[in-house]
């Protein structure tokens, strides 16, 4: 069984910061690309950062400046480092994980979701 866990959300007052955390364990094989979603009330999830196993990173246009994705491979965990958070960043945020096992017979890819953790910035 693979297992995300996800800590470090809150409640938080605008301009201030927090970073997220999201372990993976279990039978984890490989892990590919790792990435963090929110979804606000009524509104649609969205991406807001991913990374590859190389480090390469992407994010939204909203977050770009304020938000820093990272990993540490050898800890299998992925983290979210908030700044200057807005109003409009709260959401629940969900972590993703892109897994690879592989057999003499080949391999397969499998997303792990996280159980979701609440941010929430007061104006």
């Known amino acids: 069984q693979v297992q995300l866990v996800e800590s470090g959300g809150g409640l938080v007052q605008a301009g201030g910061s927090l970073r997220l955390s999201c372990a993976a364990s279990?039978?984890?094989?490989?892990?590919?690309?790792m990435g963090w979603y929110r979804q606000a009330p009524g509104k649609q999830r969205e991406l807001v950062a991913a990374?590859?196993?190389?480090?390469?990173?992407n994010y939204a246009d909203s977050v770009k400046g304020r938000f820093t994705i990272s990993r540490d491979n050898a800890k299998n965990t992925v983290y979210l480092q908030m700044n200057s958070l807005k109003p409009e960043d709260t959401a629940v945020y969900y972590c993703?994980?892109?897994?690879?096992?592989?057999?003499?017979?080949?391999?397969?890819?499998?997303?792990?979701w996280g159980q979701g953790t609440q941010v929430t910035v007061s104006s």
């Open positions: 990374i590859s196993n190389g480090g390469r990173a």
């Open positions: 993703k994980a892109d897994l690879q096992h592989c057999s003499p017979y080949g391999c397969y890819d499998s997303d792990y």
């Open positions: 279990g039978s984890i094989g490989s892990i590919n690309a």
